[in-house]
T-cell receptor, first 110, second 115 residues
Framework: SQQGEEDPQALSIQEGENATMNCSYK?????LQWYRQNSGRGLVHLIL?????REKHSGRLRVTLDTSKKSSSLLITASRAADTASYFC??????????FGQGTELSVKP | NAGVMQNPRHLVRRRGQEARLRCSPM?????VYWYRQLPEEGLKFMVY????????ESGMPKERFSAEFPKEGPSILRIQQVVRGDSAAYFC?????????????FGPGTRLTVL
């Protein structure tokens, strides 16, 4: 069964606003990653957070991880139209495979 | 250092034909993972291979699908007698020896359309 579940499924905001996406998972993890996918394109790795980390920043991205609640959030600050994409969380599983969530489709209107 | 390469990028097949998808890992990488992304969904793990070995094929459909990673050459994902439900984007990822999930690099994907 799918490890990661994300919400919301779709999010529409205006340029300049912040966007927050959430991911929940079911079993213990070593790390959690966030990816972006533009329509019809490949995956772009955004950020990895390890199970012993609570927060991580990269540019306009802020990721939090709460292992007690088995959840993570991705915050994109001061969003731009170019941030329009689908965002996926992925957790590690035995054997090195990744388990992806269903994704959040973000639309940033100029 | 070239990234993970996949070809073809787009593949159209009629029902009943065979589809062969190729993945060339990054230089020095000996682990390959295949994932499938159905329309409007996230990626789902299919198979994990090392050179000449299938390590984990728990995500592979039991029939019509097979994968290999020979000693020389790219990894191949083969789908026999394709059906419309096989239409999807297929991604491969590679990692170096001993590498885990935090060192997987994804290719651009092959988009398979079954008519």
């Amino acid at each position: 069964s799918q490890q990661g579940e994300e919400d919301p499924q779709a999010l529409s905001i205006q340029e300049g606003e912040n966007a927050t996406m959430n991911c929940s998972y079911k079993t213990s993890i070593n790390n959690l990653q966030w990816y972006r996918q533009n329509s019809g394109r490949g995956l772009v790795h955004l950020i990895l957070i390890r199970s012993n980390e609570r927060e991580k920043h990269s540019g306009r991205l802020r990721v939090t991880l709460d292992t007690s609640k088995k959840s993570s959030s991705l915050l994109i600050t001061a969003s731009r139209a170019a941030d329009t994409a689908s965002y996926f969380c992925a957790t590690d599983a035995p054997g090195g495979k990744l388990i992806f969530g269903q994704g959040t489709e973000l639309s940033v209107k100029p | 250092n070239a990234g993970v390469m996949q070809n073809p990028r787009h593949l159209v097949r009629r029902r009943g034909q065979e589809a062969r998808l190729r993945c060339s890992p990054m230089k020095g990488h000996s682990h390959v993972y295949w994932y499938r992304q159905l329309p409007e969904e996230g990626l789902k793990f299919m198979v994990y291979l090392q050179k000449e070995n299938i390590i984990d094929e728990s995500g592979m459909p039991k029939e019509r699908f097979s994968a290999e990673f020979p000693k020389e050459g790219p990894s191949i994902l083969r789908i026999q007698q394709v059906v419309r439900g096989d239409s999807a984007a297929y991604f491969c990822a590679s990692s170096p020896p001993g590498g885990g999930t935090d060192t997987q690099y994804f290719g651009p994907g092959t988009r398979l359309t079954v008519l």
